[in-house]
């Protein structure tokens, strides 16, 4: 028995007392509901996620005809694949993103901070106000993507990462269905129009390595345009309203920031460790192998708890303490092993740049009312920040 119910309240509110409880009962704790284990400390997470014997392996949602929109976006994505598959993805990908994608976003970004931040109100809400709106403009700007569909896109991503939710209905089901083929469908257009009309972006690159024969597929450019969608603003988001929350709570240490005496980039690691947005991540043993003194049988999986990792008191001292000042700070935020998010370079910029912009323009905000949890654990976030300068 774990003792482990994400889907209870009080858990969802706060996880992080019954994930040390978790860890205390051990490194690698079976979890009978969902017939898998459970990697409970940083050492166990790391050493499963960069194990090689274990894998991300995708198995289609049935009835597989039903489902074969969601599924295809998902079969053709390098987060969904290993090698050598995922090898060559990786580099097409990580080849793109070399050629000055993120550092050409910089003035883009802090452009588009400051002119957001300037249209803020003394009261607003964080998060539907300038944390949800601001990555879905970067990762449109990045791709080549109009801005002004940033609704339509944040509603399809929604719907879609539901699905990574544990013991969904079929409601759930509906709408990521529905979302992936509408989706899908935007991203077709999107490639015919970039394939008309190439710009310096990173679809236009990738559809130049894919003409010339040594690209992605069609359906791996596609699923990969959503990916990029997805993963660049759903977890920025939540990155954002989780450590922004968890600032405005702690004065003392939104002073220390506001104050210039933690530089905004170190504080920013620990706004990611501190209450992880993406809670779990799954792998899959391709053989049997031992862990943590434990054999994991080939076909178990093994649950990454990402969130119990970042408050490991072995790693962290004073782990449930949060400290803008924290350094070094081994967090597993952005994963680990050869899934690390590819991402994750330009997260930090477009996070550190749109903190920054916040805090210069209303540096003494503080909270209006109760701050509502969405009612979802894996990708942990707020519903709504109500703030006031």
């Known amino acids: 028995m774990t003792g482990f119910d994400p889907t209870e309240a009080q858990f969802l509110e706060d996880p992080y007392p019954a994930l040390a409880r978790l860890r205390r009962q051990g490194p690698l704790v079976w979890h009978e509901p969902w017939s898998m284990w459970l990697a409970t400390d940083h050492a166990t997470v790391g050493a499963v996620l960069k194990n090689r014997a274990f894998g991300r392996l995708w198995n289609d949602w049935e009835p597989v005809e039903e489902m074969e929109p969601f599924n295809a976006l998902h079969r053709n994505q390098l987060m969904e694949n290993e090698p050598p598959a995922h090898t060559r993805m990786r580099r097409l990908l990580a080849g793109a993103f070399g050629r000055g994608h993120v550092e050409r976003m910089r003035p883009r ?16 809400d964080v998060l539907a106000d300038y944390a949800e709106p601001m990555p879905v403009y970067v990762i449109c700007d990045l ?38 083929a509408a989706f899908s469908d935007y991203v077709h257009e999107v490639i015919a129009m970039r394939r008309r009309q190439p710009g310096e972006d990173l679809v236009s690159d990738l559809i130049a390595e894919t003409d010339a024969g040594k690209g992605f597929s069609d359906d791996e450019l596609v699923a990969t345009v959503v990916l990029l969608l997805n993963a660049g603003h759903e977890a920025s988001v939540n990155t954002f309203g989780n450590g922004f929350h968890a600032l405005l709570t702690h004065r003392d240490q939104l002073a ?22 993406l809670q779990l991540f799954e792998r899959t043993a391709t053989k049997d ?6 054999v994991v049988s080939a076909g178990q999986k093994v649950a990454c708890l990402m969130g119990s990792a970042n408050r490991d008191p072995e790693v962290f001292e004073d782990a449930d303490t949060f400290d803008v000042g924290r350094d070094p700070n081994p967090h597993v935020g952005f994963g680990l092993g050869i899934h690390f998010c590819l991402g994750a370079p330009l997260a930090r910029l477009e996070l550190s740049i749109s903190l920054r912009a916040l805090l210069d323009r209303f540096p003494d905000l503080v909270l209006t009312g109760e701050s509502p949890r969405r009612p979802t654990w894996v990708l942990r976030g707020y519903e709504s920040i109500q703030v006031s300068a």
């Not at 220390?256 to 947005?277: C, H, K, N, Q």
Request: aromatic share 4%; glycine share 4%; charged share 30%.
């Open 109 to 124: 970004i802090e452009a588009l901070a400051a002119d957001m931040v300037a249209a803020l109100p003394d009261t607003f």
């Open 143 to 180: 791709l080549g993507v109009p801005r002004e569909d940033h609704e339509d896109l944040r509603r399809w991503s929604q719907a879609i990462v539901h699905m990574y939710e544990k013991d969904i209905d079929e409601a759930t089901k509906l709408a990521a269905l529905e979302a992936s």
């Open 256 to 277: 220390r920031v506001t104050s210039g005496e933690v530089p905004i980039e170190i504080a920013l690691e620990e706004l990611i460790r501190f209450d992880a947005p």
């Open 289 to 294: 192998v031992e862990v943590a003194g434990q």
